[in-house]
């Protein structure tokens, strides 16, 4: 029963979310129909989330079921509306074709692909059986996640400083300084499920992990066949701590999804027409915007190289294409600062940024060492990415290649200066928050990796 | 003809792996199968058994030393080849305790020992191993052997056994090692360990038992011996004189593609087992088991506990909380019971209590070691002996 309730959820917001995407898609949409579900999937939630929450700061709604189906519910009858006068409300609209190239000729490749996702398929099965049966079990999910949305739906309002278990509240700028989006969508399941359920709200993480494979495959299958995509798309999602968080109630997927999405929609404007370049940087900027008002780190670490690689990509097509997604991640994103310092949260994860003081921590980069070198959390993938860089540096010095090789290089120079240089080093030596920025950027780096192979073994020249 | 040749190739390697080449070396301290002479120094009564020697320390820690010639004593800079690995200590103890394994070398400072911690737990006849090729000072040169009991201890002691392990046996079971597996803990969401690399059945026996494991890293291993083939494949090919540049650019770029995509599906058949061993142990013991019989992890039954306490503080702002370690149980029950929250205000009149039998009720009130800790009150749930809900009469 409760099951049905984050079925359900997970329905009405990815509906808005879905016509949200076919508007910003306009004339001229550039998605598969599979595709427009998915990042509306991803979308949804999160902006239904943010307008429910501002909707509850400005006193209009609170965290009820009627507060919730009226944010919903206005939202998708304005935006239908609007479809439906613009004549565009179609469900299938094809976008852009894919790249050519089907499935591996070898059967023993393809057999070998196959029975590689269904292994993959199995364990992310299986841990979503359990992902829905089993307690909360992580301290994250205990203090921050799900500790929140159930004070959400106690409170039905805003709550940023929760009782804690010595008759103290505690510090609104830790746990309270995360954007609140997921918390809301766990208020959200409860408020249908008529309670605080772990297995529905925790279950709602499974789809995160199917959306990040999804997106992935999609992102490359515009680029390379059937058979690549796949074999990128089983890279991404056998790594363990990609299937571990997916298939828990932690945070890191969803923003690596949001990512994909984002970069994805950027190395598509790349090689698109003037008219859908537009699209596609819309949607990027919206899918960006949606990282945001998911985890702090996103503001701090990914917007910046992404709002460069937007400057040089979009002022290919002139500097007025980029007006509107710079837009729409500004409304996503300057409300949430604007609620942060209008009510003395922290810019940082659970630590200000101001607080930070810098000094030497070689001991991170030992840490940084053993967790790529010598665990398998991401199996194979720093070193194919070190191999990809010396080998294929001719080819990911430019282009799509060029966009992930950039953001990556950038997000991970920023986190080893933070790991080394900041306070914030013992979460590299305690291998506690380094391993999930990292996983933020596996799939990007499998992605990179495949787009370069492929090219490689193509004869691609620089 | 090929895969005649490549059969009888396997069949070469593979056919010393089933001699077997474990050595044992025994001590024995049975009555009339001693074979050592034993001394006894410091403060110990020694009582001869008919299955052993009864060492009793006293005040202080008693000494049982034999000399002895393990290795090769005319090769004093011999390498660990024909050297014992690992020592097993056959006893039997009423109390578990920790007794030390040690030896003298000629090098040594004539009386000091080195010695090695063996962890005894209580029984008959069990075996108690030391892995002593981890010690940097157990060498072939050792002369003599000796167990260390600490004051006030008493255990049986049967039999000292010497093991070794040959190549062969070293490599079978470094590749059994990769398949050990560990546990889902706390710290999965974050990192894993992956596949450890040791070369004895009783090393393997312990990898997870501390942090970081004790094996060499498998995931290290790949890396490095991919790396390897990658170079070879590199040099092979670029000396290569027939092929052009670009042919040998993209010939590399395939048989390095190939090697990394093998070795990932290798690793991944090892971690994808790893994580379904993890998920199937949760759903074993928790998902279809009997509720109130539900285990999770390092928890035990604590979820259990939760569940049933959450209707008995639904309609509070708070309650006392006893748990017997404050982390993880203490939030994990704020979470659970919010709104109503785990405090220290003794004045409350809800006491939960959990796991703790130091904690009882005597005469309607609780207590703790005997010592009343309330006013009178109820047990409104019992959860098991050790937990259960009181609340003190208004």
Redesign the interface.
């Known amino acids: 029963m409760s099951m049905l309730a984050t079925f359900f959820a997970v329905l009405f917001s990815g509906a808005a979310g879905w016509l949200l995407v076919r508007a910003v898609e306009g004339s001229k949409p550039v998605l598969q129909p599979i595709e427009r579900v998915l990042y509306g999937l991803l979308a949804g939630p999160i902006l239904m989330m943010e307008l429910a929450f501002f909707g509850a700061w400005a006193g209009i709604l609170s965290f009820t079921l009627g507060g919730f189906l009226l944010v919903h519910g206005v939202v998708i009858a304005l935006l239908a509306a609007m479809l439906w006068r613009r004549k565009i409300l179609t469900f299938a609209p094809r976008g852009s074709d894919l790249a050519s190239g089907g499935m591996p000729e070898r059967r023993f490749a393809r057999v070998g692909l196959c029975i590689?996702l269904g292994?993959?398929a199995?364990?992310f099965l299986?841990?979503t059986?359990?992902l829905f049966?089993?307690?909360?079990?992580?301290?994250?999910t205990?203090?921050n996640w799900?500790?929140r949305g159930?004070?959400f739906l106690?409170e039905r309002d805003i709550i940023l400083e929760?009782?804690?278990?010595?008759?103290t509240l505690t510090d609104k700028r830790t746990e309270s300084s995360y954007p609140p989006a997921v918390p809301l969508m766990k208020t959200w399941i409860s408020v249908l499920a008529g309670g605080w359920y772990d297995g529905a709200v925790n279950g709602l993480h499974a789809l995160w992990y199917a959306l990040l494979v999804g997106i992935a495959y999609f992102s490359l299958r515009r680029h390379v066949s059937v058979g690549w995509s796949a074999?990128g798309a089983y890279?991404i999602g056998?790594q363990?701590?990609v299937?571990?968080?997916g298939v828990?109630p932690?945070v890191d997927v969803l923003v690596a999804a949001t990512l994909v999405a984002a970069l994805g929609s950027l190395l598509q404007s790349m090689k698109s027409d003037d008219a859908h370049a537009s699209t596609w940087l819309l949607l990027s900027g919206l899918m960006m915007g949606v990282a945001t008002f998911t985890k702090n780190e996103v503001l701090l670490l990914h917007l910046p190289p992404y709002a460069l690689l937007l400057l040089v990509i979009g002022y290919k097509h002139g500097l007025k294409r980029l007006v509107t997604p710079g837009l729409i991640i500004a409304a996503i994103l300057v409300p949430w600062l604007v609620f942060k310092w209008s009510n003395g949260l922290t810019f940082g994860n659970a630590k200000a940024i101001g607080d930070l003081t810098l000094s030497w921590h070689g001991d991170a980069l030992v840490a940084m060492w053993n967790?790529l070198?010598?665990?398998?959390?991401f199996?194979?993938t720093p070193?194919?990415l070190v191999?990809t860089a010396l080998?294929g540096w001719p080819l990911i010095r430019r282009g799509p290649r060029g966009v992930l090789a950039f953001f990556l290089a950038w997000v991970l120079a920023a986190q080893v200066a933070i790991y080394t240089l900041t306070p914030l080093y013992v979460e590299a030596v305690m291998?506690?928050?380094?391993?999930?920025g990292f996983l933020q950027l596996a799939p990007i780096g499998v992605m990179l990796v495949i787009l370069t192979?492929y090219g490689?073994?193509k004869?691609d020249k620089a | 003809m090929r895969l005649q040749l490549a059969f009888l190739a396997a069949l070469a390697i593979l056919a010393p792996l089933t001699a077997r080449a474990e050595t044992l070396t025994v001590l024995s301290l049975r009555e009339g199968e001693t074979n050592v002479q034993w001394q006894v120094f410091k403060d110990m009564i020694i009582t001869r058994r008919p299955d052993g020697l009864e060492l009793t320390a006293g005040s202080q820690t008693g000494v049982l030393i034999a000399d002895i010639t393990l290795g090769d004593s005319t090769d004093a800079k011999a390498t660990y080849a024909g050297f014992p690995h690992a020592v097993g200590v056959v006893t039997n103890a009423v109390r578990a305790g920790r007794i030390y394994f040690a030896w003298h070398s000629p090098g040594d400072v004539p009386g000091s020992l080195t010695p090695f911690p063996l962890d005894v737990p209580t029984g008959r006849d069990t075996v108690t191993y030391a892995l002593l090729h981890r010690s940097p000072q157990w060498n072939p040169g050792v002369d003599q052997v000796a167990l260390m009991i600490p004051p006030g201890m008493t255990v049986l002691v049967k039999e000292v056994t010497f093991i070794r392990w040959s190549l062969p046996e070293k490599i079978w079971h470094g590749f059994l090692s990769l398949l050990s597996f560990d546990t889902y803990k706390?710290?999965?969401?974050?990192?894993?360990?992956?596949?450890q690399i040791t070369w004895n059945p009783i090393h393997r026996s312990v990898i997870w038992n501390t942090l970081p494991p004790s094996g060499f890293?498998g995931?290290?291993a790949?890396?490095l011996a991919?790396?390897a083939c990658?170079v070879a494949v590199f040099v092979l090919l670029f000396r290569h004189k027939r092929l052009t540049q670009?042919e040998k650019?993209?010939l590399?770029?395939?048989r390095?593609?190939m090697l990394?995509?093998g070795?990932?599906?290798v690793?991944?058949?090892?971690?994808?087992a790893e994580?379904?061993t993890w998920?199937?142990r949760?759903?074993r013991s928790?998902?279809v088991a009997e509720e109130g019989e539900r285990t999770?992890?390092n928890?035990g039954r604590f979820?259990d506990f939760?569940?049933f306490v959450r209707p008995l503080v639904a309609d509070r702002?708070?309650y006392v909380?006893f748990t017997p370690r404050a982390y993880?149980e203490?939030?994990?029950?704020?979470?659970?019971t919010?709104?109503a929250?785990?405090?220290?205000?003794t004045n409350d009149d809800m006491w939960v209590i959990y796991n703790r039998p130091d904690i009882a009720v005597i005469n309607s009130r609780l207590t703790l070691d005997g010592q009343p800790v309330t006013d009178e009150g109820t047990v409104i749930g019992r959860f098991d002996d050790a937990s259960f809900v009181f609340q003190v009469s208004p």
């Open positions: 590689l292994f993959m199995l364990r299986f841990g059986v359990n049966a089993l307690p909360t079990y992580w301290d994250d205990i203090d799900n500790m159930k004070a106690i929760i009782p804690n278990s010595n008759a074999l890279m056998s363990p701590l299937l571990i968080q828990n932690y967790m070198a010598k665990e398998p959390n199996l194979l070193l194919a191999l080998f291998q506690t928050g380094m391993g999930r192979v490689l073994l004869g | 706390l710290h999965a969401i974050n990192f894993v360990w992956g596949p890293s995931t290290y790949l890396n991919l790396l990658l670009d650019r993209l590399f770029a395939r390095a593609a990394v995509l070795a990932w599906i690793l991944d058949l090892r971690m994808g994580l379904l998920f199937s949760d759903f928790y998902v999770l992890r928890f979820h939760a569940e702002k708070s909380l993880p203490v939030p994990h029950m704020r979470y659970f919010y709104p929250v785990p405090g220290q205000d």
